[in-house]
């Protein structure tokens, strides 16, 4: 586990050791908020770590997002940078790495950015929306799709292979979009959470979005995050500023259950 810091720096947990007061290492160093560009090597950031990204495909890669701007790519086992990109022109705030592409990475930034970059060689391309990114995704539908949540309570579909426009755009949410979150094995299952307290459920098949549920979670406040159990396609996890997590199966709801032809329990 990697939990990221303000001062520029984080540190590395080995899970399988508990009650320990010291993760197993760090990356990065403390250093004054700084807009500079971060050097590759063991400094690490010159400002607040915003975003992390585990390599699925390679392990030992990790990908961190700066309100300095930059985003670094580590080698986990030499606990170096060995990559800096400089895509954005403002805090980058999400980072997602391709589902089947090692080499790919997308990111999402202050500066209303989202950007695929191909690591290997450093290339990017980029798509202007309407305000601050907050979160971006792959879909688990096709290798071409992603998603992006802003600031301004709109969700964008957008393909890669179209640099000119957007595949859709959902208005979503009243306040900002702050988390999405998609399951593999039931085909256009979205779920988003936003300042308004409110997760709402959405199909995204053949993209064509449609509203289908939502539910309140007042006693958490703003959302922040939500996200899918891996071993229960339905059950999602939803994190505010109060109130502790909050667990929610939409399953228990029969519109739910019949839109995604889901059998009643």
């Given amino acids: 586990a990697v939990v990221s810091t303000q001062s520029g720096h984080y540190g590395r947990g080995d899970l399988d050791i ?3 007061s010291e993760p197993v290492g760090f990356l990065g160093e403390r250093r004054k908020p700084s807009k500079k560009k971060p050097k590759v090597g063991k400094k690490g950031h010159s400002d607040a770590v915003m975003s992390l990204a585990w390599n ?6 990790l990908a961190s997002g700066s309100a300095d701007h930059h985003v670094l790519l580590w080698d986990l086992e030499h606990q170096t940078a060995k990559e800096c990109l400089t895509t954005h022109k403002n805090k980058v705030q999400s980072l997602a790495w391709h589902l089947a592409e090692p080499t790919t990475l997308l990111s999402g930034g202050y500066d209303a950015a989202c950007a695929v970059t ?18 971006v995704i792959w879909s688990t539908g096709s290798p071409f799709v992603f998603l992006a949540a802003t600031q301004s309570g709109n969700i964008y579909g957008v393909d890669i292979r179209n640099a000119d426009k957007t595949l859709y755009t959902i208005a ?7 988390g999405l979150a998609l399951t593999r094995n039931i085909p256009g299952l ?3 959470c936003g300042g308004d307290e409110i997760v709402k459920i959405w199909d995204i098949s053949g993209d064509k979005p449609s509203f289908v549920i ?3 979670f007042s006693d958490n406040g703003a959302l922040n995050c939500l996200s899918f159990c891996p071993d229960y396609d339905t059950m999602l996890a939803v994190g505010g500023i109060k109130g502790g997590l909050a667990i929610w199966d939409p399953a228990v709801n029969k519109t739910f259950r019949t839109h995604f032809n889901i059998p009643d329990q």
């Fill in 56 to 61: 699925h495909h390679t392990e030992t890669v």
């Fill in 172 to 178: 979503a949410h009243d306040d900002e979009v702050a």
């Fill in 214 to 216: 939502s539910k309140e």
């Fill in 18 to 20: 508990i009650n320990t």
């Fill in 118 to 135: 191909d690591c290997r060689t450093g290339s990017s391309r980029t798509w202007m929306l309407d305000d601050e990114i907050q979160q």
């Fill in 190 to 192: 979205l779920a988003s």
